[in-house]
């Protein structure tokens, strides 16, 4: 079965299908006209599908012979950022953009649908099509699962464009392959007083400041340096005026981690330290922690697949990489703690990086991509590995 070829005649309606997402970026959980596009084309290839609630959906391509199940994963929505690429097809969306290259994700799955709904009377099994809303937000994966998204399941495969790669370029590795993304606000309250008289206040600002610096303590003196962490405070906010001692302060941030474990324990270790930091300094702090994504741990077994798959489709054996631990957060972890799951990026070429107002996607990457999705299905539910 020579996917490359496949994937190379449905490359230009990719190519077309792309461009019209492009240009009509939405929002996290709005993504309204993309999954009504998307409807459309799974029924003009009478694929049956149903949508979620309120954005997304999933479509099953079923094998002339019975076997197991294969998800294939895009995410479909947008970021809040003004396009400055200058693109014939810039967004025409006002403030948003696919920045991420969410837009390519669906347009490659709805060309692999179009790839594996060719072929289905020689597929032995189910390809589960999954077009799944608010990855940027953290939820969609989430919502998704609780609408029965995995239900009989026996492998996921996702895939993410990669601005900064060389065009064909696969890469994938076992194990953890990007990180936890935690977000959490804290407040401290203390009491106002003037300026020139601190002793009758108890100073928000101080405490606010002690409690960035001593959360950085545990990166450097609560977890081994052979464990990746990182902790960002990536807005604080304090004080009516120059001479008034503030009463109150208010600070957000982001903990990226790669360990299990220790992300689970991170809520209590913000906790602790912004709590006692604060009574330090005659002040109180409250701490909201959101868990919004686990680690993604790639199935060391799916991630040979992949590779496999990868290197019959790649256009040179080079092609296919280990890929590096990002800190970067992505929800398709969700569906790695509950399934057999593996996740790989592909290539797209340019000089931006993702979530840039002017990152470009070389278009012919598409068929990269749209060979991988259909290979990976092909041989998972074959048994051609």
């Not at 990536?234 to 299990?260: C, P, Q």
């Amino acid at each position: 079965m020579d996917f490359k070829a496949l994937a190379q005649q449905v490359q230009p309606d990719v190519v077309s299908f792309r461009r019209d997402l492009h240009q009509h970026p939405e929002a996290s959980f709005q993504e309204v006209r993309t999954t009504n596009q998307i409807a459309k084309a799974m029924e003009e290839l009478n694929i049956p599908y149903r949508k979620f609630d309120p954005t997304g959906l999933v479509a099953e391509i079923k094998g002339a012979k019975p076997g197991k199940t294969v998800a294939l994963r895009a995410d479909i929505d947008a970021l809040s950022i003004t396009e400055n690429t200058g693109l014939p097809f810039a967004s025409q969306n006002p403030g948003f953009m696919h920045a991420c290259g969410h837009d390519t994700h669906a347009a490659m799955l709805v060309g692999a649908a179009k790839v594996l709904n060719s072929i289905k009377d020689q597929l032995q099994g189910t390809v589960r099509l999954l077009f799944q809303p608010a990855e940027e937000v953290a939820g969609g994966a989430k919502m998704a699962i609780a609408q029965g998204a995995l239900e009989g399941v026996d492998f996921i495969f996702g895939i993410h464009i990669a601005s900064m790669l060389p065009v064909g370029t696969i890469a994938t590795r076992p194990g953890a392959s990007a990180a936890a993304a935690d977000m959490f606000r804290i407040k401290v309250t203390g009491k106002a007083t003037h300026g020139a008289m601190p002793e009758g206040g108890c100073d928000a600002t101080v405490a606010a400041a002690a409690i960035v610096m001593n959360l950085q303590t545990i990166v450097s003196r609560e977890v081994s340096p052979n464990q990746p962490l990182v902790v960002t405070v990536g807005k604080l906010e304090s004080g009516t005026r120059f001479n008034i001692v503030s009463g109150e302060a208010s600070m957000e941030g982001t903990i990226r981690s790669y360990d299990v474990d220790l992300h689970h324990s991170l809520p209590s270790i913000v906790e602790r330290i912004a709590k006692n930091t604060a009574e330090t300094f005659r002040c109180e702090a409250q701490v909201d922690y959101t868990m919004m994504t686990e680690v993604l741990v790639n199935n060391p077994e799916s991630v040979e697949l992949v590779r496999g798959a990868a290197q019959k489709i790649a256009d040179k054996p080079e092609l296919v990489v280990e890929a590096s631990p990002m800190m970067g957060g992505e929800d398709f972890s969700e569906y790695t703690v509950l399934t057999k799951a593996a996740f790989a990026s592909v290539g797209a070429g340019g000089q931006y990086p993702q979530h840039s107002d002017k990152v470009y996607f070389e278009e012919e990457s598409f068929a990269t991509g749209v060979a991988l999705y259909s290979q990976v299905a092909y041989d998972f539910l074959n048994g051609n590995q």
